[in-house]
């Protein structure tokens, strides 16, 4: 089994959609200071673990784990009066390999059958009212 894709939005420093398509050997990642190397891998690891710097996100979820301009904008459409789509965080994880069965679907972004593991930290819709008071 090997990661042969990953697709990450809005996680720290990923503004929109970065998709990452991996060998299935040995892949290198090379880049200046600040430009997403680490957060790949925080992203692999919390797709496929659901921690965070050893904590589980779901306990620990802030707002720093959002990419910044995306906040900005929502807060500024909010203020601003304009409509303000609340941001959310999505990780996909693609596999290829032999017994990986478990995880195939089409419950990826792509909506096709695929392996692989999809994370998506968004707002819950069950809690509308109270976000509109």
């Known amino acids: 089994m090997h990661i ?3 697709r990450i939005e809005n ?3 990923f503004k929109g959609s970065f ?3 991996l060998n299935s050997g040995l892949n290198i990642l ?3 200071n600040e430009s997403g190397k680490s957060t790949i891998l925080e992203a692999i ?3 496929l673990s659901g921690l965070l710097n050893g904590k589980y996100l779901r306990n620990e979820l802030t707002q720093y784990v959002f990419n910044n301009e995306v906040i900005a ?3 500024n459409n909010l203020e601003q009066g304009k409509p303000a789509i609340l941001p959310q965080i999505i990780i996909e994880v693609f596999m290829e390999g032999e017994d990986l069965a478990e995880f195939e679907g089409d419950g990826n972004s792509e909506k096709i059958k695929a392996t692989g593991i999809f994370l998506k930290i968004a707002f819950d819709k069950n809690y509308q009212d109270e976000y509109k008071k």
Do not use: C, M, N, R
């Open 4 to 6: 042969s894709k990953i």
């Open 30 to 32: 090379v880049g200046d």
């Open 19 to 21: 998709e990452i398509t």
């Open 73 to 75: 904008e929502y807060v």
């Open 45 to 47: 690891h919390l797709a």
């Open 11 to 13: 996680f720290k420093i």
